[in-house]
Nanobody
């Protein structure tokens, strides 16, 4: 069973940057893991933000294209979400998700102030 732990959230002014990390551990992590980032705000459904496949194909929600970058460090079993030019509307709890294992991280708060 894979376990996922997010880190790197916090408070940042609009226009700033944050890097979220999702570190995977557990018996099924043996190579490049497929992983997705989602986010959720109160009263709204969790929405897809970005994803990276086992062969490093990358996918982004339209509203974050050109601002967010998903990348991995296999040596650290970690996938990052580099978030640049942050907007107030990016404020949410961000979750990482391993689709092949159907495992979610615990979520981490990102707050962008105006």
């Amino acid at each position: 069973q894979v376990q996922l732990v997010e880190s790197g959230g916090g408070l940042v002014p609009a226009g700033g940057s944050l890097r979220l990390s999702c570190t995977a551990s557990g018996s099924t992590f043996h190579s490049a893991i497929a992983l997705q980032w989602y986010r959720q705000t109160p009263g709204k459904q969790r929405e897809y933000v970005a994803g990276i496949s086992t062969i490093d194909s990358k996918f982004y929600k339209d509203s974050v294209k050109g601002r967010f970058v998903i990348l991995r460090d296999n040596a650290k079993n970690t996938v990052f979400l580099q978030m640049n030019s942050l907007k107030v509307e990016d404020t949410a709890v961000y979750y990482c998700f391993a689709p092949l294992d159907d495992v979610w991280g615990q979520g981490i708060q990102v707050t962008v102030s105006s």
